[in-house]
């Protein structure tokens, strides 16, 4: 029988960001050799993200072992309303979690079943190391979209400066911007699952693009990392078009 120990918090965290709070609705958890690793990717495949939360992050009695879960609302729900250390063990095909007030179990999934599950990162190799941001501009970004009701959001760097812009050029639009110190990106638009990755970012943060325009986000910390990868909806305006 395998036993893993970790504080409730601390996993539920982890999950609900690299999951997008459920938003990549099954998920398969690798405990592996560093760390617990989840890489996922929305319905639409516009949207990849993947995590990892490193031994060092407080596990206790650590063992490697795959759960895959069907339904991480669920999970998530469970694990947000427990507090203090949990353990985790997988007995025949149920993810077991028991903590001092309140257990846990879930019927876990075949892998091949898994609809937002990804055995491995989409790679791109032309992204370079991008600017770092405060995640606050990112925040606004997502007000301002909220505020029009815009599902979208526009991103580009023009003469050292980051904007994202919510709305078309038509029509009202909202602008949240930060000075970087980064090459020319034309504008381009992106889906809402960036809205929703914004939702769980927090921090600094370290963006960068290619040359076909996926936007990359880094986000490292001492006992985790995470990257969240959001496709281009349209093709960037060339040059001369208009820009916000």
Known sequence: MINIKINAKT????LSKVTINGVMTDALLK????GL?????DASNTGFA????????????YKQMVAPVKNVNKLLT???NVTGNI???IINNDLIITSESNNGKFKLAEEKFLECNLNNFPIFEKHDAGFEVDTKVLDSAKKNANNLGFKHIFAEVREGEFYLT???DEFD??????QVDYREVARTMYASVLLDFISVIDGKAIIAFNEDYPLLVTVSGTDSTFKWVVAPMSKPKEDGEASS
């Open 31 to 34: 405990f592996g050799s560093n």
């Open 87 to 89: 353990e985790i063990t």
């Open 11 to 14: 996993l539920s965290s982890f």
């Open 50 to 61: 993947t995590g990892l939360l490193k031994t060092t992050a407080g596990f206790i009695d």
């Open 166 to 168: 919510a709305g078309e």
């Open 37 to 41: 690793s989840v890489t996922v990717k």
């Open 78 to 80: 469970f694990l947000k």
């Open 173 to 178: 639009q909202l602008i949240s911007h930060a």
